[in-house]
Structure formats: C-alpha cells, structure tokens
Nanobody, 126 residues
Framework: QVQLVESGGGLVQAGGSLRLSCEASGLTFSGYVMGWFRQAPGKEREFVAAANGSGGFTYYIDSVKGRFTISRDNAKNTVYLQMNSLKPEDTAVYYC???????????????????WGQGTQVTVSS
C-alpha cells in the first residue's frame, strides 16, 4: 500500500531553519505531484508548496515565497521542504501529500490529493 512518511520537524527559534523530508513507497513517485500542506491549531489545512513530477515546476503560497524551497529526489522517492527564516506563524503540523499527475484538480487544493502522510510538528518560538 502507499505510504508517505514525514520527518524533520521540531522546535526552532524564529529566524532559524528546518528541512522536512517525506519518503514515499508503494507508488510510482515520478508520476505524482508532491505537495506540502500545514495545519495550525484551530485553522484549516492550507497549501504551502508543490512540485510537479520532475521537480521542474514548483508552486508556493505567497507567505512562504523566498523562504521555503520544495525539491524532490525521484531516485530516493523523497520530497523535501527547506524552510528558512522561520516565523512563529509558520508553527503547524506539516503534511506531505501526493496527487496523481495529469488528473483534474488543483495542486493547491487538499481535496485533489490522493495520499497523505501522518504529519510532522513544526514549532517556531519567538
């Protein structure tokens, strides 16, 4: 079965960096758009970033542009989220998700993703 396993979360001070990883198994990794979403307490899960199957096209929510970078290594079935200049408002549970490429729907819509990881907590202290 398909599994997405995130790692790399933790506690960091404002201005610091973290790199999240998500290793996928049970799917043809390059055939999936991979996205990162986050959910803060009391808020809806929101799109953060996505990369197409090759990693050649990437997309970001405005609030993380210039600070976060999504990348993927298809040989390792892994997608990464490098997070720099972290802010307290980045505190959330971060989820990776996979969306079958060339299917209908938006890379930014959580409802259009087929598979989800269990999430990893990121806490940014001020």
């Amino acid at each position: 079965q398909v599994q997405l396993v995130e790692s790399g979360g933790g506690l960091v001070q404002a201005g610091g960096s973290l790199r999240l990883s998500c290793e996928a198994s049970g799917l043809t990794f390059s055939g999936y758009v991979m996205g990162w979403f986050r959910q803060a307490p009391g808020k809806e899960r929101e799109f953060v970033a996505a990369a197409n199957g090759s990693g050649g096209f990437t997309y970001y929510i405005d609030s993380v542009k210039g600070r976060f970078t999504i990348s993927r290594d298809n040989a390792k079935n892994t997608v990464y989220l490098q997070m720099n200049s972290l802010k307290p408002e980045d505190t959330a549970v971060y989820y990776c998700a996979g969306k079958l490429a060339y299917t209908r729907g938006s890379y930014a819509s959580r409802r259009d993703y087929n598979y989800w990881g269990q999430g990893t907590q990121v806490t940014v202290s001020s």
